[in-house]
């Protein structure tokens, strides 16, 4: 590559098409933009483009630091670029391999029940103990058998399991309806995710905490945030256990963890409706801001598909005890919420990863703020490489999980040190990976030298005494008249001004 295509490279940004933003939901959660090149406001003429050094990004944005201190570049590729390095290959799917991963994983679903349902007996094991221990092996081997389940009806939701929607939409349905999961509810707020992903204002999973959002939780000033001592251990535990446990459910019929500016719903649905348990924002209601009235049959289509599976858990429940169904279904499903909410969170929570402010978000520069990790053999095998391969999934969602691997190492070229990934530890290291991203990542703020667009790319941030630590801010003029606090702001005022 030619100097001089580094050099624009570096002094170009790029915005969503507007194709892009104003669709809000489609019937596939399929989503590839193209970027388009706007002049930097560092550079006023194309001719100005020959000296690199006076139109440095980097300089243009100031210093952004991560959570961990390293250095940060807002990222200057396009999806084309990304596009076009991946093999054709690639993006060819198989509806028959897709429903032989799905007979494979029913078959691990029915031969578990079988060989516990009629071997771990009081006739054949009479230490209740030994038993016990053994029906507790079944629930979580259910549960990632289930999860697997899951991500297939996932690829469903994406259009990547096979090239037929009739069957993609089908089988989806069937799955997650059998899981107790809105599959086009689902698939229509998750698309939704896919086209807004790392946007402030837009994104509807693991959306983090501003300062002042996570000050106002913890009944403080922002201000005085940087002064407050270390979180205990334990109230992080709390936090995490309630997060694995209720999570999944609070999502559904809450939208806790989604962007909560539904005022702006293109159809005026979301007027006076917020997040919470009566603000009118579920998966479940057609009238929901998550939704528009071309939805509506599909909500409803949802809603039916988990009537049928409540009847048939009530059905078994009255025939052969709700203690047995809690065993065979329920607590199976919890570790399949289980694993649904640690897989997104720690796919969206990274100390190394931004989020950013409306005026600094594209879709690229989203899509490249997500991580892959390493989860083994239970990764790899059972859950359909949903936790190696979830950086390319954000680029290009309809290539098939069988051929992620090979397009992922295809991009990284092109991504360069923007390609993330944590694979320290393998298993273990994934699982650890959930309590570090919880002591690390509390909230984000800019970086304290950031300028120009760089004030609109924020980084976690903690009280624990990890990493960058949080900026110390003077307390606002308006505090002593007694009136909240204003919002952070920094570096000069005038930087905003064009």
Not at 331 to 340: A, F, M, R, T
């Amino acid at each position: 590559m030619s100097p001089s295509v580094t050099t624009r490279r570096a002094a170009l940004q790029r915005s969503l098409t507007t194709e892009s933003v104003t669709s809000s939901s489609s019937n596939s959660v399929s989503v590839s933009p193209v970027d388009t090149p706007r002049q930097s406001p560092s550079s006023t003429s194309l001719s100005s483009l020959d000296s690199a050094d006076d139109l440095d990004l980097k300089s243009g944005n100031g210093k952004l630091l991560d959570t961990y201190g390293n250095e940060f570049q807002i990222p200057d590729y396009t999806i084309k670029q990304i596009r076009d390095a991946i093999p054709a290959h690639c993006f060819e799917r198989s509806g028959a391999r897709g429903l032989a991963y799905v007979a494979r994983d029913l078959m691990y679903l029915a031969t578990t029940f079988y060989i516990f349902h009629n071997y771990v007996t009081p006739e054949n094991i009479p230490s209740t103990p030994i038993r016990a221990g053994l029906w507790a092996l079944y629930t979580v081997l259910q549960g990632l058998f289930g999860t697997g389940v899951w991500v297939l009806a996932h690829e469903c939701g994406h259009q990547s399991f096979s090239p037929s929607k009739k069957l993609n939409d089908t089988v989806g349905w069937i799955c997650h309806s059998a899981l107790l999961v809105p599959y086009f509810s689902w698939k229509i707020s998750h698309g939704k995710h896919h086209k807004a992903t790392g946007h402030l204002e837009r994104d509807m999973v693991f959306v983090p905490k501003t300062r002042e959002q996570y000050a106002s939780k913890v009944g403080y000033y922002a201000h005085e945030l940087s002064e407050l001592m270390e979180e205990t251990p334990i109230v992080t535990a709390g936090t995490l256990i309630g997060q694995q446990l209720a999570g999944w459910l609070l999502y559904l019929t809450t939208n806790i963890t989604g962007h909560n500016h539904h005022e702006r719903q293109i159809e005026g649905r979301g007027k006076g409706k917020k997040n919470g348990w009566t603000g009118g924002v579920n998966h479940f209601s057609s009238s929901s801001p998550l939704y528009e009235a071309k939805d509506g049959k599909l909500v409803l289509l949802s809603d039916l598909g988990l009537a049928i599976t409540f009847s048939v858990l009530f059905w078994i429940g009255r025939n052969y005890g709700f203690a047995n169904l809690a065993v065979w279904y329920m607590i199976p499903y919890l570790w399949v919420n289980h694993w649904l909410v640690a897989i997104t969170f720690l796919q969206h929570t990274d100390p190394s990863l931004p989020h950013y402010e409306p005026e600094a978000w594209t879709f690229t520069r989203g899509a490249a703020a997500t991580i892959d990790r390493e989860f083994g053999f239970i990764g790899r095998h059972l859950l359909h490489g949903i936790v190696e391969t979830h950086v390319l999934h954000h680029f290009v969602s309809t290539i098939p999980f069988y051929n992620a691997d090979e397009a992922t190492e295809a991009i990284k070229p092109i991504m360069g040190n923007h390609y993330r990934s944590d694979v320290e530890g393998g298993s273990i290291g994934f699982l650890r990976s959930i309590w570090k991203s919880a002591r690390w990542c509390q909230w984000i703020e800019p970086s304290e030298g950031a300028r120009g667009e760089g004030k609109g790319v924020l980084f976690f941030r903690n009280r624990n005494g990890l990493g960058v630590p949080p900026q110390k801010m003077s307390p606002p003029v308006n505090l002593s008249s007694g009136k909240g606090p204003t919002r952070m702001t920094v570096g000069a005022e005038s930087d905003n001004q064009s």
